[in-house]
Every structure is written in structure tokens, then in C-alpha cells.
């Protein structure tokens, strides 16, 4: 999800969103590594494709769309993550931005890339690509910007366990059993982790609200989840856009819509 978001976050707004009430102390957190081993892993055959609309005050303004293939025999023993954005401002500003990662079957990653472009209302370009190559004892981050211009660094290697692609892991938390639990998500621009802790709430029509904070008690991600496991609509405070999840039509009905302004 964060690959989504760094997209996003060129809108520089600000929404409030409730993010419920606090844990109680008799509330037990479930552990990142708690979670994952109970979730069921994928098999070789089998590949997840979320598609999303990306709307602002109601108004839609792009798409977006997340995939998670697994990889191996039998059982995946590792899975390959894609996901593409794309939104219009109100001033004729493009941003559009693709995602690749390469995760082990704890959805611990290994390499990911960032690629985003802004495309001014005059036609200029600015390209650019952030890469985290995760090693043994460090992660490598390498910076790339328009007219060639590359930076590159290393941080020592976080702990483990850490994760990728939370939007999927979400789908596949069994909240009855874990109604509280701590996710310890990797950011590929900083190579640090951000630790998120999740609440399910009850809503209307079956659907369940997972919400976030960080450690800073700042509200970190607003899921909500059908009574399938689904996940139907997200938002990231303060960042103004909510995505809601659409069909494939629909989401090639934006694509062809935008590809035409």
C-alpha cells in the first residue's frame, strides 16, 4: 500500500479522519509474526488483482490497481507484488506512478522499485525511481531523478520481521481471531520500518473498519473489509483521496477516460 500512497502524497491537503477509539489494556496485540504464519499462503496457480477508483470530495480523479502473484512449487515460498496509480489534478497536473517488489512467503521484501512521473500542465516531465535492494545486514536505496542524476545510500537492515504490501495481508487476517494486531511495514524510501497498529470495528452490512495508528498516535490507514474478507474502499490520512474498489470495467472505463483528457 505505501507504494500507492507515495503516489497520493503529492496532494498536499489535509483530511481528518476518526480513527475509533484506542486499544484497551485488555485488548491483546497480536505480533507481525503472529499474523502472517497464520494466514494461508497462496498457491502457485493462484493470483489476487485488486482494482480501484480514486475519488476526492466525491469527484473521481484516477484509479489504481494492486496484484499479488505467488511464485514456486506447490505452496508459493515467494510472491511478486505490482501496482500502478494514476491521478488528475484540478489544475491539469498528472501524476502516475507503477510499482514492482519481489516478497518472500512471509511477504518480508527482498527488492522493490518505485517509479512516478508528474506531468505538468505545460507538458514537462519529471520522472523519477526509487529502488531497495534488502541484503543480509543492510538495505542499499538508490535515487534516481530527471536528467540522470542518481544518489545512493545504505541504512543498516531492519529487524526482522517486516512486511509489504499491507493491503493484501489485511484480506487475509482472520479478525476474529486477531481483532488487534501490530504490522511492522517496510518503507522503501527511508529503508526503516513504520509500525502499524490495527483495530477492527464493526460497521453496517457485515462490512468491518480497520484502522491504524502509528507510534506517534498519528492515524496510519483506514481499511474497510466486507463480510467476504474483501477489502472494498481505503484511505490514508491526511492525504484527501479515497479509493474505493471497482470492477475491471469500470477501472478500464477510467484508464480509457483519462488516457482521452
Known amino acids: ?38 494466514m494461508t499462503g497462496l498457491t502457485k496457480s493462484q493470483s489476487l488483482i485488486l482494482h480501484f477508483e480514486a475519488t476526492m470530495g466525491g469527484k473521481p480523479i484516477g484509479f489504481s490497481s494492486m496484484s499479488l502473484s505467488a511464485a514456486g512449487g506447490g ?56 529502488r531497495a535492494e534488502i541484503l543480509d545486514k543492510e538495505v542499499l536505496l538508490t535515487r534516481e531523478t530527471d536528467g540522470g542524476a542518481r544518489t545512493q ?3 543498516s537492515r ?18 476474529k481471531g486477531f481483532p488487534a494486531f501490530a504490522i511492522r511495514e517496510f518503507d522503501p524510501q527511508e529503508g526503516n520500518i513504520i509500525v502499524q497498529h490495527f483495530r477492527a470495528e464493526s460497521g453496517s452490512g457485515g462490512v468491518r473498519r480497520l484502522v491504524s495508528r502509528k507510534d506517534d498516535g498519528s492515524v496510519g490507514y483506514a481499511f474497510e473489509i466486507d463480510a467476504k474478507g474483501e477489502l472494498v474502499s481505503w484511505t490514508e490520512p491526511p492525504l484527501p483521496v479515497v479509493s474505493k474498489r471497482c470492477s475491471h470495467e469500470r477501472f478500464e472505463e477510467l484508464r480509457k477516460s483519462m488516457q482521452e483528457r
Not at 501496482?83 to 527482498?110: N, Q
Request: charged content about 25%; aromatic content about 8%.
Open 75 to 130: 505452496r508459493s515460498d515467494s510472491y511478486r507484488y505490482q501496482s500502478e496509480a494514476v491521478i488528475s489534478l484540478g489544475d491539469g497536473t498528472w501524476i502516475e506512478g507503477r510499482a514492482t517488489a519481489s516478497l518472500d512467503k512471509s511477504f518480508e521484501p527482498t527488492e522493490i522499485e518505485l517509479r512516478r512521473e508528474v506531468i505538468a500542465p505545460n507538458g514537462q516531465r519529471r520522472p523519477s525511481v526509487n
Open 153 to 155: 545510500r545504505s541504512v
Open 158 to 175: 531492519p529487524e526482522s520481521p517486516f512486511v509489504f504490501a499491507v493491503e493484501f495481508i489485511v484480506q487475509r487476517v482472520d479478525l
Open 1 to 38: 500500500m505505501k507504494s500507492v500512497s507515495l503516489i497520493f502524497a503529492s496532494l498536499f491537503f489535509v483530511l481528518i479522519v476518526s480513527a475509533g477509539r484506542a486499544l484497551s489494556q485488555s485488548e491483546k496485540e497480536a505480533t507481525t509474526a503472529q499474523v502472517v504464519a497464520a
